[in-house]
């Protein structure tokens, strides 16, 4: 059940749906991963990068690779902030493209 909550907090800062509460789900999210740092990165985010649409898989292994394991709250914050940008990026990118084309 944690990964569930784990989820809609990465959705939340991914669709900026709650803009305003970002810092404190950021440490919300690290707080629920820190309970088990290997499970989160190595179940959760694989399983959230691989549900993720608009995305083709050269950009998902990119950003579980850039995700860096770090167990310290700076740290893990600013790869949150990264991955965070680094996927609406991809996804601007992607849906500006015509149909057809090659996706970045």
Same mark, same amino acid.
């Given at each position: 059940m944690l990964l569930q909550f784990v989820n809609v907090f990465l959705q939340a800062l991914v669709y900026r749906s709650h803009d305003? &509460?970002? !810092?404190?789900?950021?440490?919300? %999210? ?5 309970? +088990?740092? $290997? ?15 608009? &995305?083709? !898989?050269?950009?998902?292994?990119? %950003? ?5 394991? +770090?167990? $310290? ?23 500006? %493209? ?7």
């Amino acid at each position: 059940m944690l990964l569930q909550f784990v989820n809609v907090f990465l959705q939340a800062l991914v669709y900026r749906s709650h803009d305003l &509460l970002q !810092e404190e789900i950021t440490i919300t %999210l690290y707080n629920m991963a820190a309970v +088990d740092f $290997d499970s989160f990165y190595s179940a959760f985010l694989p399983r959230f990068l691989g549900g993720c649409e608009g &995305l083709t !898989e050269s950009q998902k292994s990119e %950003l579980g690779k850039n995700f860096t394991p +770090d167990k $310290d709250l700076p740290s893990f914050t600013q790869s949150i902030h990264r991955f965070v940008g680094d996927l609406r990026y991809y996804r601007l990118c992607n849906s500006s %493209l015509p149909s057809g084309t090659v996706k970045f």
